[in-house]
């Protein structure tokens, strides 16, 4: 076969030829997605690399914002290729990334924690959302406003959810007398179906996971939250293991900034967060009502990453003092005899965050997104 061989092209050529390509605004509204959306903006000549990352749970509106860094290309922008793998509870999550099966992974601080005082080693790199929504959820035309309003009524739970065990702290801080209370234990599987059709007055658990299948079956709950008594914890942190850290600070800087950048697009643009999401995870509108599901883990998500903390030092930030209260609640309703307290300061840096944040009028904006999921929590 002959060789042809071209002149380098000229000014004038390379001119006519980009004029002829689709604008990124066109590529954009080809996908059916507005301006804000972002398309990666590195040319890789070199090889990626692989990054393995758990969730804590299956793909859903909590942990959304995964799929955005990666469809958005903000890891892959840093040379990362990022599979991301469903989860099956913070406590297994953190146990898979501290037993090396991933180099990071999403999971609530009181797991990451429980298990550090058990001798597994974590570091929370970014946190993502700022209240786990531990709570007590009733539905809204229930009669019940406040926790000890429950006394003689009757209460699911699952034992090995991570908010059942601070229950009666939660209990004493509400005025609510558990010891007149029928506890019944529910298979998670289940808990959310039970309270739909009425058969318990309340449900323990998070309103994160809690309020999308009743949106979805075009009901609505009220919820009770921890945090108001005082039991705050953050929601899903970004983990990794120590000697990650230390051998390889650049990657952790750049799974940090892509979880920040990713959670911002979130707050800011959430309808089209929401249609990346079902292109990464299309199965996920099979579902009845599925697109609506995953809007409400997203709304309640987004409310819970809008704090005083990310407003005043940026996205990902962790308040030292929360470190410590929230080791104390671990150390005092989740740790064995066995169990020796960590350093809180040894289990969370913020060297890799803060540098994301959002205007004022864009934090208005995020305010406006989420103003109507806020009567959830009055």
């Given at each position: ?9 000229s000014?004038?050529?390379f001119?006519e030829?980009?004029a ?5 605004r066109a ?10 959306f ?15 990352l758990t969730?804590?749970w299956?793909?859903?509106?909590s942990?959304?914002?995964a799929?955005?860094?990666?469809a ?8 990362l290729d990022v599979?991301?793998?469903r ?5 297994a999550?953190?146990q898979?990334?501290?037993?090396g ?9 009181s ?9 597994l080693?974590l ?11 531990m709570?007590?959820?009733v ?14 009524k009757t209460i ?39 309270l ?10 998070f ?5 999308p ?15 108001a ?7 899903n942190v ?10 390889d ?14 959670v911002?697009?979130?707050?800011l ?6 249609k ?7 199965e996920?509108?099979?579902?009845a009502?599925?697109p609506?599901?995953i ?12 704090d ?10 962790s ?5 410590v209260?929230?080791?104390?609640l ?7 005899p ?41």
């Open positions: 076969m002959a060789c042809v061989l071209r002149a380098p092209l000014i004038a050529d001119g030829l980009t002829a390509m689709p604008s990124r590529v954009i509204g080809a996908l059916g997605l507005s301006a804000p972002l398309l990666s903006r590195r040319l890789r000549a070199a090889p990626m690399r692989g990054v393995r969730l804590p299956v793909a859903e509106g942990n959304l914002f799929f955005v860094a990666k958005n290309g903000y890891w892959a922008d840093a040379g599979s991301i793998s989860g099956y509870g913070s406590v999550a953190a898979a990334i501290a037993a099966r991933f180099e990071f992974g999403f999971a609530v601080p797991a990451a924690i429980q298990q550090a005082a058990k001798g080693a570091v929370s790199l970014a946190v993502c959302n700022y209240d786990a929504t709570c007590l959820a539905l809204a035309d229930s009669p019940v406003h406040e926790p000890k309003r429950l006394d003689g699911g739970g699952t034992v090995n959810s991570g908010e059942y065990p601070f229950l009666p702290a939660f209990a004493k801080a509400s005025g609510l007398d558990l010891s007149t209370v029928h506890m019944a234990k529910l298979d998670p599987n289940v808990r959310q179906r039970v739909m059709e009425r058969q318990v007055d309340a449900i323990s658990g309103a994160i996971s809690i309020a299948p009743l949106a979805a079956n075009n009901m609505q709950g009220r919820y009770m939250l921890y945090s008594c005082g039991l705050k914890f953050y929601g970004l983990l990794t293991r120590p000697e990650v850290l230390n051998s600070p650049k990657l952790c800087a750049a799974m940090a900034k892509g979880v920040e950048q990713a911002r697009f979130c707050l643009y959430p309808d089209e967060a929401l990346l999401f079902l292109r990464e995870v299309p996920a509108a099979l579902a009502n599925g609506k599901q809007a409400t883990g997203l709304g309640i998500f987004n409310m819970t990453a809008i005083t903390l990310a407003q005043q030092h940026g996205f990902g930030m308040d030292p003092a929360e470190y209260r929230m080791t104390d671990v150390m005092k309703f989740l740790a064995g066995e169990d020796q307290r960590p350093d809180p300061a040894s289990i969370y840096t913020n060297e890799f965050v803060g540098g994301v944040t959002l205007t004022a009028a864009e934090w208005q904006r995020a305010e406006a997104n989420v103003k109507e999921y806020r009567h959830f929590f009055a």
